[in-house]
């Protein structure tokens, strides 16, 4: 065959060195082009590093032993040759920042692997890159310098620790407008824009955390905190105030042990498999009195009424009244696969349990209103119980009970505990605005000095552990949102996306129109020319949508990423199964 020139950018040579150029054939194979281009360079190094990057086609030429003609490489392709693994910026959810280097080559899954092992975090899948928000900075602070932990030094196969360093950053996102700008896991940095020594932010993705084990997950652990941290902070998830001060009293806990403790975990009684200690009880929670109701409208209670239930294996039936609970029930409600929620104000002993009950054509929702802590307790524990398909005889009803009686225990407030006055407590890195803005700090010391009352025997361990429970048992909780237009629909809505579940929410009003559940989806499709997402649910159930706010790639890779997720179990040990993830999340795009 005829030979013919190739010129290639040798990046590590220099931005004023000329290319250099090679003699090559069509048959020439990628790795005699590297071969040639070495020799040529008369540079002696490590190249193992490097390949080439088709700059025109936003492609690497990883496999070296296709040839220049199978690539559809010609004269003018203008080759780059560089280094795979470059510095990069990461911004991790404490607000630390690494420069380390990561690979710019794989897929951003495959990169994500190689970060989180360095960094000693498992479970790397629940995490993923995105683009960070851009910061205004004040005037006064243009000749700052980042602070930077330099850890480009440390090859990518280590297993490093770091020191855990609180920070203090705030971001105001946009609740919808971040999960634009998530990063495509099946791409490479390089084909997604993103140069050397660019910023990142590295955080968890999806909301379902597997194997949790304080023993080994030492930075997953803090990591997780502090993202669940600023997200209180930051509002972008709902609490109540009572809420919110409890938070405020454990991360004044952490930071007062944090100072005082080595950063190390122990194992945790909370962690711990509870079953050999627990005995099978056989418990009735028939007759007791509740309030109900279907989809009341927000911010009233005018929808409750009384009604007399019984609680039965994995269902609740309820009746006018208890005289009548002899015969046939109104209506009998199974909780085989629901969503129990709670809805609790201690200081205003308001104890309601919200249902999502899975209904043909998505969930339906159900507000249960209890009388009492007591009553709350155990009827949460019979629901959780029974969307897991467990009667109210299983050995896990009474610890549950008590978990949940320990959870409203330190949302109690005594107002005859003492507490010094003349501590002094920063309340603006423990509450969010609101709350800093509708009360002084003199108000809100004494607050969460009572709420620090519940927690103060708690271990690091135990705190940071309780303090992820409590911002899991959030009723918004793990949901990301995009705004989507429906098919059919003339106006904006939000489409809510959970480790479980879709949730389709009105815009302008933020009430739940339809919920549909994963384990009822029967496929979905993304048609990639009009970018529309088209999905398929049990019972003839069809719905699609384009993104309004997002790329449809980002929706797919997250209902993809929590099918996934849900595939895992702990006999799976540390294997990942990155094929069936890329199957799942990837589309023809990525193929």
Not at 199 to 227: A, G, I, N, S
Not at 539 to 563: L, P, R
Request: glycine share 4%; aromatic share 10%; charged share 25%.
């Amino acid at each position: 065959m005829a030979a013919w020139d190739l010129s290639v950018t040798v990046e590590d040579l220099g931005a004023d060195a000329p290319p250099i150029t090679v003699s090559v054939t069509s048959d020439l194979h990628i790795g005699g082009v590297i071969l040639k281009l070495v020799e040529k360079s008369q540079v002696k190094r490590d190249w193992s590093d490097h390949a080439l990057w088709w700059e025109q086609k936003q492609q690497w030429l990883l496999r070296t032993a296709w040839t220049l003609e199978k690539c559809g490489i010609q004269a003018d392709a203008g080759l780059i040759f560089m280094a795979q693994h470059k510095s990069l910026r990461l911004g991790l959810p404490n607000g630390l920042t690494l420069r380390l280097r990561a690979c710019f080559s794989g897929p951003v899954f495959r990169t994500v692997l190689g970060i989180c092992k360095m960094l000693n975090i498992r479970r790397p899948e629940e995490l993923s890159l995105l683009r960070p928000v851009e910061e205004k900075k004040k005037k006064k602070d243009k000749d700052l310098s980042e602070e930077l932990y330099d850890l480009t030094e440390v090859p990518l196969t280590s297993g490093t620790h770091y020191d855990i360093i609180m920070l203090c950053l705030l971001y105001v996102v946009d609740k919808a407008h971040i999960h634009s700008r998530w990063l495509d896991s099946s791409r490479s940095l390089m084909q997604q824009g993103v140069q050397e020594n660019d910023r990142l932010w590295l955080r968890f993705k999806y909301y379902c955390f597997h194997d949790l084990e304080p023993k080994y997950d030492v930075v997953r652990l803090t990591q997780m905190y502090e993202q669940a941290r600023w997200a209180i902070l930051l509002e972008d998830i709902d609490c109540t105030e009572e809420e919110m001060l409890l938070f405020g009293a454990i991360q004044y806990h952490i930071n007062k042990l944090s100072l005082s403790e080595p950063q190390t975990m122990t194992s945790s009684p909370a962690m711990d498999d509870l079953d050999s200690a627990l005995q099978g009880l056989e418990v009735k929670l028939d007759g007791a009195d509740m309030y109900f109701c279907f989809r009341p409208k927000r911010l009233t209670l005018k929808g409750y009424k009384q009604y007399w239930f019984k609680f039965k294996d994995a269902s609740i039936s309820y009746y006018k009244s208890k005289e009548e609970s002899l015969g046939e029930p109104i209506q009998q409600i199974n909780l085989k696969g629901c969503e129990a929620a709670p809805d609790v104000n201690v200081a205003g002993q308001k104890f309601c349990i919200k249902l999502l009950i899975p209904a043909p054509e998505g969930m339906n929702e159900v507000y249960l209103r209890c009388e009492n802590e007591e009553q709350y307790s155990r009827w949460m524990a019979a629901c959780r119980l029974a969307s897991k398909e467990k009667s109210l005889a299983d050995r896990l009803f009474q610890s549950e009970v008590q978990s949940i009686r320990s959870f409203l225990a330190m949302q109690q407030t005594n107002p005859n505990t003492h507490t010094d006055d003349s501590m002094s407590i920063n309340t603006h890195s423990l509450v969010s605005p609101r709350y800093s803005k509708k009360y002084k700090v003199k108000q809100l010391t004494p607050r969460i000095l009572e709420a620090y009352q519940n927690v103060a025997q708690l271990s690091l361990t135990d705190a940071l552990l309780r303090f992820l429970q409590i911002w899991q048992a959030l009723p918004d909780f793990g949901i990301s949102f995009v705004v989507v237009r429906f098919k059919g629909s003339r106006k904006d809505e939000v489409l809510g996306i959970a480790p479980n579940r879709l949730i389709r929410i009105d815009l302008g009003v933020g009430d739940v129109v339809k919920t549909w559940r994963y384990n009822n989806m029967r496929q979905w499709n993304v048609n990639w020319d009009i970018r529309q997402v088209a999905i398929e649910f049990d019972g003839n159930v069809n719905m699609a949508f384009s993104c309004v706010t997002a790329d449809c790639k980002i929706v797919h890779e997250f209902i993809g990423g929590y099918i996934f997720m849900s595939t895992r179990s702990r006999e799976q040990s540390d294997t990942l199964n990155e094929e069936l993830f890329h199957k799942l999340t990837g589309g023809h795009e990525a193929l």
